[in-house]
């Protein structure tokens, strides 16, 4: 008889539990939905949105290559622009082949550019 009494009682303690666990189910499913406002308070928020915030603009190695040399009056070569920007030769030949074929470049002497006005 015992064995009985211990699982009625056991049965009692599930069912309670059961119903605690519905009701955390149920306060989570209220958490979770979004509130809805009224009118009046969808009005202010909608005047104190924020602003997107600005982007940094970044210059591109073209960018700095090209500024060097519509600086200079007389023409820039390359030890100059690998000096003043950091960049290595392969990469500021490859930039001045580039922007010669694009026609934002001339060649004022074997290794002299100047920028195209």
Known sequence: MTITKDLQAISK???KLVKQAEKLAAALGKAEKPKT???KTM???????KKAPVKAVTITATDQ???IIN???K???TATLMKKTG???KKVRNILHRTYKQGKITRV???SYVGVK
């Not at 009005?43 to 949105?49: D, E, I, N, P, Q």
């Open 75 to 77: 023409g820039v070569d």
């Open 65 to 67: 290559v090209l500024n």
């Open 43 to 49: 009005t202010k928020t909608r005047a104190v949105t």
């Open 109 to 111: 002497e074997k290794g």
């Open 37 to 39: 406002k009224s009118a």
């Open 71 to 73: 600086r200079s009056k």
């Open 13 to 15: 303690e599930l069912t």
């Open 87 to 89: 960049f290595d030769q």
